[in-house]
């Protein structure tokens, strides 16, 4: 008799608890990137009454006769399963798609979590705006260059910080030249040149246009490079000659493609420049992706490595974690690299509040590296994750919980009603 109030109390001390677990899931079905939990009983070892046997002298064995002391809490385990992404379109709000923790700290330790509700600080910090944590990756050096092999430093972001002009030593242009384009004649009218503009910077970040044109020579197949550029000199009414060599393009008659210059390489040298750049200012001109046929006659520009002094004013977050500085002249750099860590357990994490996790004894050291690499998740911008809490399942835990704890409070009261039997047998 007594063992069954016994037991019944640990039903309803152990669905307290477990009310107390889906209260708090419910309590956070909004919090980002919050984890619920789980709640799991074991009974308790039950009194044995009588032992088991063995078969023997022809009779059957029989089985242990046992009553149950009860129930207890076995464990409350950590759901770890991804969140639903939400879009909010702040650049600095980062979820994680896949496994993985960001890293934070406060100067002394480091801690993981999911939320990437980040912001930038007066510092130029990237950090949680609600703890102050920073958030850990490696910085890239003048060069753009990251090494993750190196320890974890606190991330920026140096909004209005310049970098150096970058002149001109090599572009790339695509197109392609009109195979029908009668020969060249100055005329008047100008005919067979084909016309296009391109800019180059000096040391100085100063932009100089460069008139190219493709004059069609009498050869077949071959055509003429002239350029022209304007040096700030007195003279306005003419533009100087800028140096090319080659100075002459050939084409394979058959395939269209060029042949001449085999690297598909030419150099143009403008040989006095306006102000206090360094002169001359050279660079190589990739002609490579050129093609001659039949059809309108078209020049672009594809890329160039010079460029003016900028100041950075935004940054973008890729796949990979990789976080490129975006200049005001029109440049991108990686100035650095957002750190994932991951755990062999991280159910067997334990919870530090603000939505922090810290290692157990049970989860294993953090493994950190860069994300979308060794089964780490990817990073996306302009998003949060939110919480993986499944309402229908918590209301029904709901019920659960109250129907377990009302049914051991009935267990109680039949077992009081049972020893107040007895005690009247006496009377």
Do not use: C
Request: aromatic share 6%; proline share 4%.
């Amino acid at each position: 008799m007594m063992r069954a109030l016994f037991s019944a109390i640990s039903g309803m001390r152990n669905h307290m608890s477990y009310m107390d677990v889906v209260g708090n899931n419910i309590a956070n079905v909004n919090t980002i990137a919050y984890k619920s939990s789980r709640v799991t009983f074991q009974d308790i070892l039950g009194q044995t009454i009588k032992g088991a046997s063995s078969p023997q002298n022809g009779r059957g064995g029989t089985n242990a006769a046992q009553i149950g002391l009860g129930m207890n809490l076995g464990g409350i385990d950590n759901i770890m399963t991804q969140g639903s992404l939400q879009s909010t379109g702040k650049l600095t709000d980062f979820a994680i798609q896949g496994d993985g923790f960001f890293v934070v700290s406060d100067g002394q330790r480091e801690f993981y979590t999911r939320d990437g509700a980040f912001d930038i600080g007066v510092d130029g910090g990237l950090v949680n705006p609600v703890t102050g944590l920073r958030v850990m990756g490696w910085s890239a050096d003048s060069t753009g260059f990251v090494d993750v092999e190196g320890p974890l430093t606190a991330l920026e972001i140096p909004f209005g910080t310049r970098i150096s002009a970058q002149p001109t030593t090599s572009m790339k242009l695509t197109g392609n030249l009109d195979a029908g384009t009668p020969t060249y004649s100055a005329g008047p009218p100008i005919v067979g040149v084909v016309n296009t503009t391109i800019t180059a910077y000096d040391a100085l970040g100063n932009a100089h246009t460069v008139k190219l044109e493709y004059r069609k020579n009498a050869a077949a197949n071959t055509w003429d490079v002239v350029g022209t550029f304007d040096d700030g000199d007195a003279d306005t009414t003419a533009d100087d000659a800028a140096t090319i060599a080659p100075g002459q393009i050939v084409f394979d008659g058959t395939t269209g493609n060029l042949t001449t210059p085999a690297s598909g390489l030419i150099n143009i040298t403008l040989p006095t420049l306006p102000g206090d750049a360094a002169e001359p200012l050279a660079f190589d001109v990739d002609m490579s992706a050129f093609s001659q046929f039949a059809g309108q006659s078209q020049v672009n520009l594809s890329t160039q490595d010079g460029f003016p002094a900028g100041a950075l004013v935004s940054f973008a977050v890729g796949s990979s974690g990789e976080i490129s500085g975006i200049y005001s002249n029109g440049s991108n750099r990686v100035i650095g690299q957002l750190a994932l860590a991951t755990f062999v357990n991280p159910g067997g994490m334990q919870r530090a509040g603000q939505n922090l996790w810290t290692p157990s004894a049970n989860s294993g050291d953090a493994i950190v590296g860069q994300p979308n690499s060794n089964g780490r998740g990817t990073v996306n911008t302009g998003t949060l994750e939110s919480s993986n809490v499944d309402l229908a399942l918590q209301f029904t835990n709901v019920i659960l919980a109250q129907r377990g704890f009302q049914s051991s409070s009935r267990v109680i009261t039949a077992s009081d009603q049972l020893l107040q039997d007895l005690v009247n047998i006496i009377r």
